[in-house]
């Protein structure tokens, strides 16, 4: 968390004081959608990657705005307006409600039914839980398979240490399943992927805004993932993602595409590329908002997701018989 504190107090540095102007608004409905149209305008980062053209969505909101006559309203056209971006990582908070965009995983297969992960195949009713982290051997005795369903979750090098130890005889390797990972903290995701490489590495690239244009961003600054010099898993070792592995599991997938023993299986991830940042419009209400993009290692954007080295898909059939198509398909790769 420290990490990321002082991130963002860079950010902060870099922006010239007239990007306090969103704030310069009165309390009305129109000053609340000027200050929210500024701050996205002025301080947003993806404006111009996804083609948006945010002075006609100006001119198509500012209209609705002018005849809606409740707070009720007030923040469901707000909450449209800022739909547009198409950006899981936008957000409008009020006292009663919260604005989201869900259709970046809505709009594809969910590929992971957690039912299936505790049958006696997979991790069954005995399994271990150890930073958050719920882990059992499968395939035999095999292969390691862990579930870990939140960056938020916090682990320690003991954790992984004592789970590495269980594992210590599963010689064909580990699977790590991130599948419905919405995220959580950065630096978690950064601990997390140090564990599987043996040197230093850049990873991925960011930049961040430095002035009010769409495009004005400062160089990029390589993002290293180091390595953890007392705890290695030096065996093969797959990550199982899909739509919901978002954010900081977006970044963590990033990172372990570069892993000397790793393969990615499963389906694209559901992206958040941009480092997360609030401010706050005159009425009291909060809007976070993607500030920073991130790369990956040849500065391809990762908004949108990262591509599996191995597509698979949850198959009907499997389901029906217990089995999960993209653990099993993870388990022949070890194999």
């Not at 056209?77 to 009020?94: A, I, R």
């Not at 005795?141 to 579930?147: E, N, S």
């Not at 850049?202 to 705890?231: C, Q, R, W």
Request: charged residues 20%.
């Amino acid at each position: 968390m420290k990490k990321n504190i002082l991130i963002l107090l860079f950010v902060i540095g870099l922006l010239p004081s007239c990007m306090d102007e969103p704030m310069m608004q009165p309390n009305t409905n129109a000053g609340n959608f000027e200050a929210l149209w500024k701050i996205i305008d002025m301080r947003y980062c993806y404006l111009d990657y996804k083609h948006i053209n945010w002075d006609s969505i100006h001119t198509v909101y500012k209209a609705r705005v002018d005849t809606v006559k409740t707070q009720l309203s007030l923040f469901s056209v707000l909450g449209q307006m800022l739909d547009e971006l198409k950006d899981g990582h936008v957000n409008l908070y009020s006292d009663f409600d919260l604005s989201r965009y869900w259709k970046w995983f809505t709009d594809y297969p969910a590929n992971f039914d957690s039912k299936l992960i505790y049958n006696e195949r997979y991790l069954g009713a005995g399994y271990m839980i150890a930073g958050g982290m719920r882990y059992q051997k499968i395939d035999g005795g095999k292969i390691g398979y862990i579930y870990y369903g939140s960056f938020s979750d916090t682990f320690s090098d003991t954790n992984i240490s004592y789970i590495f130890k269980y594992f210590a005889d599963c010689k064909n390797g580990l699977i790590i399943d991130v599948r419905d990972n919405g995220g959580g903290y950065l630096d978690l995701s950064e601990q997390l992927a140090s564990y599987f490489f043996t040197k230093e590495t850049v990873t991925g690239y960011m930049n961040h805004k430095t002035g009010n244009g769409h495009s004005d961003f400062s160089k990029p600054t390589e993002i290293k993932t180091k390595t953890n010099a007392n705890l290695q898993w030096q065996r093969p070792v797959v990550i199982l993602t899909n739509r919901m592995s978002f954010s900081a599991t977006n970044a963590f997938v990033c990172r372990m595409k570069l892993a000397p023993n790793a393969t990615i299986v499963g389906d694209q991830t559901g992206g958040g590329g941009g480092l997360p940042m609030s401010s706050e419009i005159p009425n009291g209400w909060m809007v976070r908002f993607s500030t920073s993009p991130m790369y990956d290692v040849n500065m391809n954007q990762i908004e949108w997701g990262i591509v599996p080295d191995v597509k698979d898909s949850l198959k009907a059939s499997d389901r029906a018989n217990g089995y999960d198509t993209i653990i099993e398909r993870a388990i022949t790769i070890l194999k």
